[in-house]
């Protein structure tokens, strides 16, 4: 078995056999949203209760992390998927001659056929809904209507065309480029925004909405409340950072004013409560 891939909204789960270990594999997690964030945190509970797991401190929110699993990939893929509950569920198997069986069953079925030498790669998904509803927009689509009606024409002409928009902050005045998330640009500078004039990264982000929405969360600020962000929680840069309005004496003593979602920390805190040691807990 090579890898079974397991399709999700953004990025993707895969669970790949560990070199020369037949009995061991690898779970790939690439860009996780927090719909699967707490799929996963679920899987990670129950492989720790079955001695699969001890340590979950390779897995990120951002890019791609791996975690080793004492189990083979059928069993552990069996779990990931939830298997027990789910009758609904069709995996494809693929062998190295190019035949592509598929599979329909509680598991047992897909345990045999996966466990096979000659499998390559499989792929689980789920049943579509059936039934014909009427089209309607996607959430990129309106959350760009809505990053449209306010912008310039030009921010709106560099959007489309090359994928970020130029804000400047009301304060500073200072031009900062904000970037569609998904974008190679996004990625050479590390952040979404970045500051053209001081040529550093600003500390910013919400993935819980469209990227459009979050650029247009940030774009606003900037250009109306500059100070929320250009302070030291998100503005690392020795230069004219200013006073913090929601400073906390709390547990987060640079406090941006952007609480995690309440799934981060209830995720955080079922990891903790079954003994994962996470990063940041001996700070």
Request: glycine share 8%; net charge positive; proline share 6%.
């Amino acid at each position: 078995m090579t890898v079974w891939y397991h399709p999700s909204w953004c990025g993707d789960f895969r669970l790949i056999q560990e070199n020369g270990d037949t009995d061991k594999s690898r779970l790939i997690v690439h860009d996780p949203t927090p719909a699967e964030l707490e799929k996963l945190g679920k899987f990670l509970v129950k492989a720790r209760k079955k001695g699969w797991i001890d340590d979950v401190s390779g897995i990120s929110t951002k890019g791609e992390s791996t975690l080793l699993i004492d189990a083979p990939v059928v069993k552990a893929g069996k779990l990931l998927m939830g298997w027990k509950r789910r009758k609904d569920l069709l995996t494809a198997v693929k062998s190295y001659s190019g035949e592509i069986t598929p599979v329909i069953g509680n598991g047992e079925e897909v345990e045999k056929e996966v466990a096979k030498k000659t499998t390559e790669k499989a792929v689980t998904t789920k049943r579509p809904t059936l039934c014909c509803p009427y089209p309607v927009k996607g959430p990129d689509i309106r959350a760009s209507e809505v990053l449209q009606a306010f912008a310039t024409p030009k921010q709106w002409e560099d959007w489309e065309r090359h994928g970020y928009l130029i804000a400047y902050g009301n304060l500073t005045g200072d031009p900062y480029r904000i970037c569609h998330r998904h974008t190679p640009l996004a990625k050479r500078q590390g952040k979404v925004a970045w500051n053209i004039k001081d040529k550093q990264v600003v500390h910013c982000y919400d993935w819980s909405v469209p990227p459009a929405e979050e650029v247009l969360a940030i774009k606003h600020t900037l250009e109306h409340c500059e100070h929320w962000i250009r302070n030291p929680s998100g503005y690392f840069a020795a230069t004219q950072r200013f006073h913090n309005p929601f400073r906390s004496s709390g547990r987060q003593q640079m406090a941006d004013g952007t609480e995690d979602t309440a799934f981060l920390d209830s995720f955080g805190a079922a990891l903790r409560a079954q003994g994962f040691k996470l990063d940041g807990d001996d700070s």
